[in-house]
Each structure stands twice: as structure tokens, then as C-alpha cells.
């Protein structure tokens, strides 16, 4: 079994579902050999921005009045904690969170 830290990107992509990538999110998370893992980092990353634009009705005050996003560094940290095996992400390869090493860093990204 694959232990997998799924990242925002690829569940806004899964529930965007009208792009390839989409499909490619959809596929993995539909994958019987992986166990998904994740934090409330992504509950921070995706509610509250999406609140800030109007999208969703619930999130955490501080970060819907900044708009705040972006915890790219927290979400692998909870990643290593919980000895995920992958950080999937619709990050692109070029991106600096693909140098860590500690983990297998799974990019769905069309670069």
C-alpha cells in the first residue's frame, strides 16, 4: 500500500473535474493501493481563499480577511510526521518544493 499526503491542488483539480487534470487527480485518488493522508493545513489552503473569493461560506477569520494561501512548507512537514511515502501535488516540477528529498515528490502537472 502506498501512503499518499495529497495536496490542495490535486482536490481542487479532483472536484474542478474539467481538465486533464482533473482526470489525473481523479484517477489517483480512485487508486485501491493507496491510503491518503493529509493535515488541516489543507483545510487553511483551501477554505479560506475560497471564502475570500466568495466560493464557500465556512473558514478561519485571520486567513479569509488576508486571503492567505500558500503552505507548501507546513503541508510536506505534516507529510514527513505522519512517514507518508508520496506528496502528490499539482505543483510543477519546477517548482521548489520538488527538491526536498526526504520524500517521493509525485507532480500530476502537465509541465
Known amino acids: 500500500m502506498i501512503r499518499s499526503f495529497i495536496d490542495s491542488g490535486v482536490l481542487i483539480a479532483a472536484a474542478r473535474g474539467q481538465t486533464d487534470l482533473s482526470t489525473t487527480a481523479l484517477r489517483i485518488l480512485a487508486e485501491k493501493d493507496r491510503a491518503f493522508a493529509s493535515s488541516i493545513f489543507i483545510q487553511l489552503e483551501t477554505q479560506p481563499k475560497a471564502t475570500f473569493h466568495k466560493q464557500q461560506l465556512e473558514a478561519k477569520d ?46 500530476i502537472a502537465r509541465n
Open 62 to 107: 485571520l486567513a479569509v480577511i488576508y486571503g492567505l494561501g500558500g503552505m507548501d512548507a507546513l503541508h510536506i512537514a505534516a507529510a514527513l510526521l505522519i512517514n507518508a511515502d508520496q506528496f502528490v501535488t499539482t505543483e510543477k516540477i519546477t517548482k521548489p518544493m520538488h527538491r526536498v528529498t526526504e520524500i517521493q515528490m509525485v507532480s
